[in-house]
């Protein structure tokens, strides 16, 4: 019976709270000074989950496969420079995780894209070249691990003046572990680096853990359903 009275005035006081002038939610925004922490995302990864990802895998890759810079020298007389990056072509970005990313897997492209370029380590091909030779050889990114497809796509991208030495590409998975109504996902993004020349492959990944709570308001609200 006092279960009974406590839930009918619960609802009563919540629901006057929905219409009573002035409690009405108000959407505002404000802008996200330099150094002040991204907001963290209430039911799916955001950008408190992808940035540190991002940056830990492309940095570590890079690092295995970044050369001490050569000085310049003189050998019989003639100038020895140190050879040129090697050109990457970045294929995309696959969500393979329990969530939609929506407009955050362009980013992602772009943010990998962009940390590749400024390292200096490779030589990244233009998006745009690598969009049109994917449309225009009709291949998928899974078809250019076949021979044929490979050989196909690169032939295109060198005809248009844009030859490469790797593959790359990035993928992003989840693994979610569930205690009640909250639970923990585990964000996985892997980055796989594919030498054309002879078919070898290097693989780094980064991984954050991030917990889903409810609320104890949301716990009373789910109690009144």
């Known amino acids: 019976m006092l279960r009974r009275q406590f839930l009918g005035w619960s609802a009563s006081v919540i629901g006057a709270a929905l219409i009573t002038p002035g409690c009405r939610d108000k959407q505002f925004a404000r802008v996200k000074e330099p150094g002040q922490p991204d907001m963290v995302g209430s039911h799916q990864a955001g950008a408190e989950t992808f ?7 492309v940095v570590k890759l890079l690092e295995r496969h970044s050369m001490p810079i050569m000085q310049a020298s003189h050998v019989a007389g003639a100038e020895q420079l140190p050879p040129p990056p ?3 072509c970045f294929i995309c970005v ?3 995780s329990a969530e939609e990313i ?4 362009e980013q992602l492209y ?4 962009s940390k590749i370029l400024s390292s200096q380590v490779f030589q990244p091909v233009s998006k745009r ?7 225009d050889t009709r291949l998928r990114p899974d078809q250019l691990f076949s021979p044929d497809g490979q050989r196909t796509f690169a032939a295109y991208m060198e005809q ?3 030859p490469f030495d790797y593959l790359l590409f990035a993928k992003l998975t989840s693994g979610t572990t569930r205690e009640n109504k909250e639970y923990q996902r585990d964000y996985l993004l892997t980055l796989e680096l594919v030498d054309i020349r002879n078919g070898q492959y290097d693989k780094q990944s980064a991984e954050i853990s991030k917990g889903y709570h409810k609320s104890r308001v949301s716990r009373m609200w789910n109690a009144l359903q």
């Open 129 to 135: 070249f690598v969009d049109a030779g994917l449309r």
């Open 86 to 88: 090697k050109r990457i």
């Open 110 to 113: 772009e943010c990998i894209d």
């Open 51 to 57: 940035k540190p990802l991002v940056d830990e895998a």
């Open 160 to 162: 248009q003046g844009q």
């Open 94 to 96: 696959e969500n393979k």
């Open 102 to 105: 929506g407009d955050f897997k």
